[in-house]
């Protein structure tokens, strides 16, 4: 049975920083792509960043370009989203998602979000001015 746990989510001011983390079981990080979607209130769920089984690639939507990092551990079946330089647009419930890859992270991230067939439940980012 795979479940994905996400944390590391919570309120932050404008400008700061947060590290989400997402502990998968029943998942083999290197075979599966990894991602982070994010949703907020009245808005579509869309791609933040994707990366890779094996991590050497990796997919960032223009949003996230430049102020958040993916990362990943297959040893510890842990995905990581270093998120920099919050403004209030990155409000959302952030989710973590896999998929036994079938094909490239710029796919999976700029496709529908139905792609990838596990989830977590998401965690709350609040970044407040």
């Known amino acids: 049975q795979v479940q994905l746990l996400e944390s590391g989510g919570g309120s932050v001011q404008v400008g700061g920083s947060l590290r989400l983390s997402c502990a998968a079981s029943g998942v083999t990080y290197s075979v599966y792509t990894m991602a982070w979607f994010r949703q907020a209130p009245g808005k579509e769920r869309e791609g933040v960043s994707c990366?890779?089984?094996?991590?050497?690639?990796?997919y960032y939507s223009a949003s996230a370009k430049g102020r958040f990092t993916i990362s990943k551990d297959n040893f510890k079946n842990t995905l990581y989203l270093q998120m920099d330089s919050l403004k209030p647009e990155d409000t959302a419930m952030y989710y973590c998602?896999?998929?036994?890859?079938?094909?490239?992270?710029?796919?999976?991230?700029?496709?529908?979000?139905?792609?990838?067939?596990?989830w977590g439940r998401g965690v709350l980012v609040t970044v407040s001015s």
């Open positions: 990366t890779s089984s094996s991590g050497g690639s990796a």
């Open positions: 998602a896999a998929d036994l890859e079938k094909t490239g992270p710029i796919q999976y991230c700029s496709g529908p979000w139905q792609q990838f067939e596990y």
